[in-house]
């Protein structure tokens, strides 16, 4: 599915998850990775023009939050990914649908 995303330039991020990926990169991984090898690899995903945080993207993750018993963090992801007309997410973190 992800070189589908990049053949096709389909792909969408949020910068959110760009955060976290350098958060965990640099810091969770053992050993972690260098700052400016995570750094590059996040900038390889500018070109998807992540979702920035908005009134509407926060508006649309408390009512994730609260219909669907999710984190905090992954109703951002949610929200984002409707403002962003996304069909589907892909994620670790959810169960299938």
């Known amino acids: 599915m992800a070189k589908a995303l990049w053949s096709t330039r389909c792909g969408r991020s949020s910068f959110q998850v760009l955060a976290e990926f350098y958060v965990a990169a640099t810091r969770k991984l053992s050993p972690p990775v260098e700052p400016e090898r995570a750094q590059r ?15 509407a993207v926060l508006e649309g993750a408390w009512v994730a939050q609260q219909r669907h018993q999710l984190s905090w963090w992954d109703s951002l992801i949610v929200s984002a990914a409707r403002a962003s007309g996304c069909r589907y997410l892909l994620s670790e973190d959810f169960r299938h649908g």
């Open 41 to 55: 690899y996040a900038r390889t995903l500018f070109p998807w023009e992540p979702i920035t945080t908005t009134a």
